[in-house]
């Protein structure tokens, strides 16, 4: 599943699984 977390920026990015 996608999950949305947020950066040391605060920008959300996309957790990708490898």
Known sequence: AK???FNKDGTAIR???I
């Open 3 to 5: 999950e949305l977390y």
């Open 15 to 17: 957790k990708l699984q």
